[in-house]
C-alpha cells in the first residue's frame, strides 16, 4: 500500500482510512527547546559537490531551480517530514498532523538518532500555513506527499523552491521511493535516498527469509469505516508489505476494486482466506467494534477464524495508519511491527 501519502497519527487515523475509502490507496504541540538548533540540521553525510548544483525541478505547475545544496528544509505534509528524518535532515517547520499528541515511536526513534527535540510545527487544521513556513526562511519546501499542491504551489513558490509531482496524477500514484528518490534530487542526496531503499529493502527480506511460512498464504485485509466494512486488499490494491512479506491476495480479491469495496454482513464469507487482518480505525464510530463482529454467527463460522488465524492490527499506535500509507521513515517500523501479528495469525495462535 505504498501509494499512499499517509496523513499521520490521531486525526490522521480518521484522514487516512476515509481518504483510503474514498481512493482506495492513496499509497498521511510547541517546538522543544533544542528545535532551533536542530532545525535543517544535515544527517553528518558527506555534502554533495558544488558540482551537483544548480538543480532545475520540473512539476505540473511550472519549474524551479535550487542554486545550491539546500540545508533548511520546510514540509507541507507528514510524509514529507518523513522523507527528510529518513534522509537525516530536521525540518525548520512541519505541519502539526499529530495535533500536540504522541508522535509515532517511528519517528520519535529518528528524532532521538538525530539528536533532536520536538519538531516545530504549524496548525494545519485549515490548510498550509504559508506565513508560517515563510517565517522559517527554508531553503526548499517538500511537498511530495499532498493533496492540496494544485491551490498550495502559487503560494509556496515565492517562498523557496518547491518539491512536487511533475503530474499531478502522481499524487496517488508515485511509490515511496519515488517520492524519496524525487526530494533526495533535489537536496543532492541520491547515495543517501539509495541507502535508505537498500535498507528497507533488506527489512522486508529479512523478515520473510525468517518466516517462511508466509510464502503463499492468502489474506485478506479489511477496515471497519463508519459507513462500511471495506475489502481494502481488492485486485488493484499496491501490494505493500503484505505481499513483499510471502503473503498473496484471495481469488475473492478479483471481486473489488477502488471503487466497489465494500462487504455486507449478509456476506461475510467474501473475508475468508489463510489469514485475516482487520483494523477500527474509527473505534465506536465504525459501522461496528470489534466485539461485535467477533460475536456475529456467520463470522464465527469462516474456517479462518474458527482456525484463529484472524488477527486486528492496533491503530491506537498508529500501525494500521502506517500500514495504509508506508513511507520510507514508517516502513522498517511496520515490518517490525507486523511480523509478529502475522506470525501468530499465520500460526492460529
Same mark, same amino acid.
Given at each position: 500500500?505504498?501509494?499512499?501519502a499517509r496523513p499521520a497519527a490521531r486525526r490522521s487515523a480518521v484522514r487516512t482510512l476515509i481518504a483510503a475509502a474514498a481512493a482506495a490507496t492513496l499509497l498521511?504541540?510547541?517546538?522543544?527547546?533544542?528545535?532551533?538548533? +536542530?532545525? &535543517?540540521?544535515?544527517?553528518?553525510?558527506?555534502?554533495?559537490?558544488?558540482?551537483?548544483?544548480?538543480?532545475?525541478?520540473?512539476?505540473?505547475?511550472?519549474?524551479?531551480? =535550487?542554486?545550491?545544496?539546500?540545508?533548511?528544509?520546510?514540509?507541507?505534509?507528514?510524509?514529507?517530514?518523513?522523507?527528510?528524518?529518513?534522509?537525516?535532515?530536521?525540518?525548520?517547520?512541519?505541519?502539526?498532523?499529530?495535533?500536540?499528541?504522541?508522535?509515532?515511536?517511528?519517528?520519535?526513534?529518528?528524532?532521538?538518532?538525530?539528536?533532536?527535540?520536538?519538531?516545530?510545527?504549524?496548525?494545519?487544521?485549515?490548510?498550509?500555513?504559508?506565513?508560517?513556513?515563510?517565517?522559517?526562511?527554508?531553503?526548499?519546501?517538500l511537498g511530495m506527499n499532498t493533496w492540496s499542491m494544485d491551490t498550495d504551489y502559487a503560494k509556496l513558490a515565492p517562498i523557496a523552491p518547491v518539491v512536487t509531482?511533475?503530474?499531478?496524477?502522481?499524487?496517488?500514484?508515485?511509490?515511496?521511493?519515488?517520492?524519496?528518490?524525487?526530494?533526495?534530487? !533535489?537536496?543532492?542526496?541520491?547515495?543517501?535516498?539509495?541507502?535508505?531503499?537498500?535498507?528497507? &529493502?533488506?527489512?522486508?527480506?529479512?523478515?520473510?527469509?525468517?518466516?517462511?511460512?508466509?510464502?503463499?498464504?492468502?489474506?485478506?485485509?479489511?477496515?471497519?469505516?463508519?459507513?462500511? @466494512?471495506?475489502?481494502?486488499?481488492?485486485?488493484?490494491?499496491?501490494?505493500?508489505?503484505?505481499?513483499?512479506?510471502?503473503?498473496?491476495?484471495?481469488?475473492?480479491?478479483?471481486?473489488?476494486?477502488? %471503487?466497489?469495496?465494500?462487504? *455486507?454482513?449478509?456476506?461475510? +464469507?467474501?473475508?475468508?482466506?489463510?489469514?485475516?487482518?482487520?483494523?477500527?480505525?474509527?473505534? %465506536?464510530?465504525? @459501522?461496528?467494534?470489534?466485539?461485535?463482529?467477533? *460475536?456475529?454467527?456467520?463470522?464465527?463460522?469462516?474456517? =479462518?477464524?474458527? &482456525?484463529?488465524?484472524?488477527?486486528?492490527?492496533?491503530?491506537?499506535?498508529?500501525?494500521?495508519?502506517?500500514?495504509?500509507?508506508?513511507?520510507?521513515? *514508517?516502513?522498517?517500523?511496520?515490518?517490525?511491527?507486523?511480523?509478529?501479528?502475522? !506470525?501468530?495469525?499465520?500460526?492460529?495462535?
Amino acid at each position: 500500500m505504498n501509494r499512499l501519502a499517509r496523513p499521520a497519527a490521531r486525526r490522521s487515523a480518521v484522514r487516512t482510512l476515509i481518504a483510503a475509502a474514498a481512493a482506495a490507496t492513496l499509497l498521511v504541540g510547541c517546538g522543544g527547546k533544542d528545535e532551533k538548533a +536542530d532545525a &535543517g540540521k544535515p544527517s553528518g553525510g558527506a555534502a554533495a559537490p558544488a558540482a551537483a548544483f544548480p538543480v532545475t525541478l520540473t512539476n505540473a505547475w511550472g519549474r524551479t531551480e =535550487v542554486e545550491k545544496k539546500p540545508l533548511k528544509v520546510a514540509t507541507v505534509s507528514d510524509g514529507d517530514t518523513s522523507i527528510a528524518l529518513a534522509l537525516g535532515l530536521v525540518p525548520v517547520i512541519t505541519p502539526d498532523v499529530e495535533d500536540g499528541g504522541p508522535v509515532p515511536e517511528y519517528k520519535q526513534r529518528a528524532l532521538t538518532k538525530l539528536g533532536a527535540g520536538k519538531l516545530k510545527t504549524y496548525d494545519d487544521t485549515d490548510g498550509t500555513d504559508f506565513e508560517a513556513i515563510a517565517a522559517e526562511a527554508p531553503d526548499i519546501i517538500l511537498g511530495m506527499n499532498t493533496w492540496s499542491m494544485d491551490t498550495d504551489y502559487a503560494k509556496l513558490a515565492p517562498i523557496a523552491p518547491v518539491v512536487t509531482f511533475t503530474d499531478k496524477k502522481h499524487a496517488d500514484t508515485l511509490t515511496w521511493q519515488e517520492r524519496l528518490k524525487n526530494v533526495a534530487k !533535489a537536496l543532492g542526496m541520491t547515495a543517501e535516498a539509495d541507502k535508505v531503499i537498500a535498507a528497507n &529493502g533488506k527489512a522486508i527480506a529479512d523478515a520473510a527469509a525468517a518466516h517462511p511460512e508466509f510464502k503463499g498464504k492468502t489474506y485478506t485485509y479489511a477496515v471497519v469505516h463508519p459507513e462500511q @466494512l471495506t475489502f481494502m486488499s481488492h485486485a488493484d490494491q499496491d501490494p505493500g508489505i503484505f505481499e513483499q512479506i510471502g503473503l498473496r491476495k484471495t481469488a475473492k480479491a478479483a471481486s473489488y476494486s477502488a %471503487d466497489k469495496n465494500s462487504v *455486507s454482513l449478509e456476506n461475510l +464469507d467474501e473475508l475468508e482466506a489463510d489469514v485475516l487482518l482487520m483494523t477500527y480505525p474509527f473505534g %465506536d464510530n465504525g @459501522l461496528l467494534s470489534a466485539s461485535e463482529l467477533e *460475536s456475529n454467527k456467520l463470522f464465527q463460522s469462516l474456517t =479462518v477464524v474458527k &482456525g484463529k488465524h484472524y488477527a486486528v492490527i492496533p491503530s491506537e499506535n498508529t500501525l494500521s495508519s502506517a500500514v495504509a500509507y508506508p513511507d520510507a521513515l *514508517s516502513f522498517p517500523w511496520i515490518v517490525e511491527k507486523l511480523t509478529p501479528i502475522l !506470525a501468530k495469525a499465520v500460526a492460529g495462535k
